[in-house]
């Protein structure tokens, strides 16, 4: 294969050996032509399923695989655990054409160090395959997006309280408390003595295990049973 001069090499001098596994002809026709033509990588072989690219990695020990997630018997996020089983020094880079967090996820989970779409710029593709081979994650911006939208959801989720009953009038107090109105406020509007609102939030306190009215309230927006 020519080598485009000044291009980079792995740490033997030899350009860095690429796996595509891809379901569509196509595809890996397109990025066999474009990967060959960047001068530091060899295209060494191409799977048409998970099961194909896992059985071609073992046999050719390819430096990087680009693996699709959606293939025929066995899927890429799979394909990338058996993979890495086996040749932990393989690196994979998932390209795919899906970018919410329960595909984006699981790939990285996997095993993954890169994550970029068919859609992306072709340099951005030759980019994350490069610092795949060195180690090092990239993310394709979109996927990036599904990551931190998952973890953020994650940590809401985590600080959700343990499901907790209410009496109807722990609830109503609860929605007052929601509102901002004060104890005496409260007791007025329920038509209940001011002293009986305080027993009302020292056990709804107590309940969804916080320290005072404030986490209260935020911990039960959370738990979407009240609206700030």
């Known amino acids: 294969m020519s080598r485009h001069p000044g291009a980079r090499t792995g740490a033997t001098g030899r350009p860095y050996r690429v796996l595509i596994a891809d379901d569509e002809a196509v595809v890996r026709e397109t990025l066999s032509v474009y990967l060959a033509s960047a001068g530091d990588m060899e295209v060494v072989g191409t799977a048409a399923d998970g099961r194909g690219a896992v059985q071609m990695?073992?046999?050719l020990r390819p430096d990087i695989v680009l693996m699709d997630?959606?293939?025929?018997r066995v899927d890429g996020v799979e394909a990338t655990a058996e993979l890495?089983?086996?040749?932990p020094a393989t690196q994979v880079v998932m390209i795919t054409t899906f970018t919410t967090a329960d595909a984006v996820v699981p790939a990285l989970r996997a095993g993954a160090l890169g994550y970029v779409l068919k859609?992306?710029?072709p340099e951005r593709i030759l980019t994350t395959v490069r610092r795949a081979v060195s180690?090092?994650?990239?993310?394709?911006p979109t996927a990036l997006d599904a990551v931190?939208?998952?973890?953020?959801e994650s940590d809401?989720?985590?600080?959700?309280?343990?499901?907790v009953t209410l009496t109807t009038r722990e609830a109503e107090v609860l929605r007052h408390l929601a509102t901002g109105c004060r104890n005496k406020e409260i007791a007025d509007t329920l038509g209940i003595t001011e002293k009986s609102v305080k027993q009302h939030v020292t056990h709804l306190?107590?309940?969804?295990?916080?320290?005072?009215?404030?986490?209260?309230?935020i911990a039960a927006h959370r738990a979407g049973m009240v609206e700030l």
Do not use: C, W, Y
């Open 148 to 152: 931190v939208g998952h973890l953020r």
């Open 57 to 59: 990695a073992a046999n």
């Open 135 to 140: 180690g090092k994650t990239e993310l394709s």
């Open 84 to 87: 890495l089983r086996i040749l």
């Open 156 to 163: 809401r989720r985590d600080e959700l309280p343990p499901a």
């Open 69 to 72: 997630i959606q293939m025929p």
């Open 119 to 121: 859609s992306d710029p």
């Open 205 to 217: 306190v107590s309940k969804f295990g916080v320290r005072d009215r404030l986490q209260l309230v």
